[in-house]
């Protein structure tokens, strides 16, 4: 099983500063990878595929980059929707697995 | 649009049954895979199980192999999932998640999720 892991667990941060959110994984899942961003009570929603694609309707200041093990998610500059948890996922091998998560909080 | 909408959740004691239900819409249920994904209350993301387009082909966590079945009725667009010899450690939001077009193993829409508690 492929363990990804998170860091840092949480991230304070102010609005209209920048983040960087890393997954690294326990062996080379290539490009591979899935960001997803979770709010209170709702469904996790696809922010980034394959590494460094944007799902549909995802805006620009959100990024992804990286390959084989590590991998970065950037957000430009924070907008008030963005306080929320983000967790990779990787879709290498079965079984499918999730990273613990990184919560990004308003400082 | 794409909606998914979980049914079926509730509390049932360990050793017990339970079957999840996701209703979809606003898409060509048919022709996409669909995974059961579940989050334990204040904890992560944990996948659960994938089906097939068609539904020949599925995959399990082996948390859960051997006591949880994925199924799907098309001509209902339907996704199930049977849930038997349910442990405490097996509460949980059950989340219904479509794949990404070709891709299986991508969870581009999800339902808002059912909750399973399994509890004395």
């Known amino acids: 099983e492929i363990v990804l892991t998170q860091s840092p667990a949480t991230l304070s941060l102010s609005p209209g500063e920048g983040a960087t959110l890393s997954c690294r994984a326990s062996?080379?899942?290539?490009?591979?990878l899935a960001w997803y961003q979770q709010k209170p009570g709702q469904a996790p929603r696809l922010l980034i595929y394959?590494?460094?694609n944007r799902a549909t309707g995802i805006p620009a200041r959100i990024s992804g980059s990286g390959s084989g093990t590590d991998f970065t998610l950037t957000i430009s500059s924070l907008e008030p929707e963005d306080f929320a948890v983000y967790y990779c996922?990787?879709?290498?091998?079965?079984?499918?697995?999730f990273g613990g998560g990184t919560e990004v909080e308003i400082k | 649009e794409v909606q998914l909408l979980e049914s079926g959740g509730g509390l049932v004691q360990p050793g017990g049954s339970l079957r999840l239900s996701c209703a979809a819409s606003?898409?060509?249920?048919?022709?996409?895979?669909m995974s059961w994904v579940r989050q334990a209350p204040g904890k992560g993301l944990e996948w659960v199980s994938t089906?097939?387009?068609?539904?020949?082909?599925?995959h399990y966590a082996d948390s859960v192999k051997g006591r949880f079945t994925i199924s799907r009725d098309t001509s209902k667009n339907t996704l199930n999932l049977q849930m038997s010899s349910l442990r405490v450690e097996d509460t949980a939001v059950y989340y219904c998640?479509?794949?990404?077009?070709?891709?299986?193993?991508?969870?581009?829409?999800w339902g808002q999720g059912t909750l399973v508690t399994v509890s004395s």
């Open positions: 998640a479509r794949a990404q077009s070709s891709v299986w193993t991508l969870f581009d829409s």
């Open positions: 606003g898409f060509t249920f048919s022709s996409y895979a």
């Open positions: 089906i097939s387009a068609g539904g020949g082909t599925t």
């Open positions: 062996q080379s899942v290539g490009t591979y």
């Open positions: 394959d590494a460094s």
């Open positions: 996922q990787q879709r290498t091998n079965w079984p499918l697995t």
